[in-house]
T-cell receptor
Framework: DAGVTQSPTHLIKTRGQQVTLRCSPK?????VSWYQQALGQGPQFIFQYYEEEERQRGNFPDRFSGHQFPNYSSELNVNALLLGDSALYLC????????????FGEGSWLTVV | GENVEQHPSTLSVQEGDSAVIKCTYS??????FPWYKQELGKGPQLIID?????GEKKDQRIAVTLNKTAKHFSLHITETQPEDSAVYFC??????????FGTGTRLTIIP
C-alpha cells in the first residue's frame, strides 16, 4: 500500500515564476491538505481539499491555489514566486473527518532564486 | 487563537535514558493530538497519536499522555537509541483535520 506520494522532490524556480506541485493521497483517503515548512520551523497549514473543493484555508495569500481531482489527487500552485516561498511543501492525506489519522508525504523542496 | 507551544527546543539524553517532550494547546475543543518524527530532508513521520477520550497511549518504547483539563500532552520515549535522534513535532487538530504544529524539539541521543 503506497503512502502519500509527492512530486517533484526538488525544484528550483526564479522569482516571479509559477510552480505546480503534485500529491497522491494514501489509498482510501479522500482529503488532501497542504503545508509549508520553512527551514527550522514547524509546518504551516495552507489549505485543505475535500470532495474537489477547498474546505478550509490558512493564512496564505491568493497566490497559493490548489485543485483536487476526482481520483482525490491534488495540485498546489504558487504564482508570482517570492524568495520567501522557498520551503518544503508537504502534502497530508486523511479520511475527511475530525480525529482521523493524518499522514504526510516526503515533501517537495522548492528553492526560489 | 490556534496555538501550540512545545518545550524544550533541544534535548540531549544519554543512550538508554528516557526523553520527555511537552506541549500545551490553546483550544479546549481540540480532540486529536499526533506526534511526528522528522529526519533531515524527509517529511514528518507519524509515531503516535492520542484522542481526547483517552488519557494515555503506549506503543513499545513510546508513550503519550493527555491532560485535557490542563490542555497539555507529552511524549515519552524510554530506553532511547541513536536512531531516535531527530526533530519531533507535536500537533493539535483545530477543526476538520487542520493541524497546528509546535515549534519542534531537536532530540540528540548521546552514545
Amino acid at each position: 500500500d503506497a503512502g502519500v506520494t509527492q512530486s517533484p522532490t526538488h525544484l528550483i524556480k526564479t522569482r516571479g515564476q509559477q510552480v505546480t506541485l503534485r500529491c497522491s493521497p494514501k489509498s482510501g483517503h479522500d482529503t488532501v491538505s497542504w503545508y509549508q515548512q520553512a527551514l527550522g520551523q514547524g509546518p504551516q497549514f495552507i489549505f485543505q481539499y475535500y470532495e474537489e473543493e477547498e474546505r478550509q484555508r490558512g493564512n496564505f495569500p491568493d497566490r497559493f491555489s490548489g485543485h483536487q481531482f476526482p481520483n482525490y489527487s491534488s495540485e498546489l500552485n504558487v504564482n508570482a514566486l517570492l524568495l520567501g516561498d522557498s520551503a518544503l511543501y508537504l502534502c497530508a492525506s486523511s479520511l475527511g473527518q475530525s480525529g482521523n489519522t493524518i499522514y504526510f508525504g516526503e515533501g517537495s523542496w522548492l528553492t526560489v532564486v | 487563537g490556534e496555538n501550540v507551544e512545545q518545550h524544550p527546543s533541544t534535548l540531549s539524553v544519554q543512550e538508554g535514558d528516557s526523553a520527555v517532550i511537552k506541549c500545551t494547546y490553546s483550544d479546549s475543543a481540540s480532540n486529536y493530538f499526533p506526534w511526528y518524527k522528522q529526519e533531515l530532508g524527509k517529511g514528518p513521520q507519524l509515531i503516535i497519536d492520542i484522542r481526547s477520550n483517552v488519557g494515555e497511549k503506549k506503543d513499545q518504547r513510546i508513550a503519550v499522555t493527555l491532560n485535557k483539563t490542563a490542555k497539555h500532552f507529552s511524549l515519552h520515549i524510554t530506553e532511547t537509541q541513536p536512531e531516535d535522534s531527530a526533530v519531533y513535532f507535536c500537533a493539535a487538530e483545530f477543526g476538520n483535520e487542520k493541524l497546528t504544529f509546535g515549534t519542534g524539539t531537536r532530540l540528540t541521543i548521546i552514545p
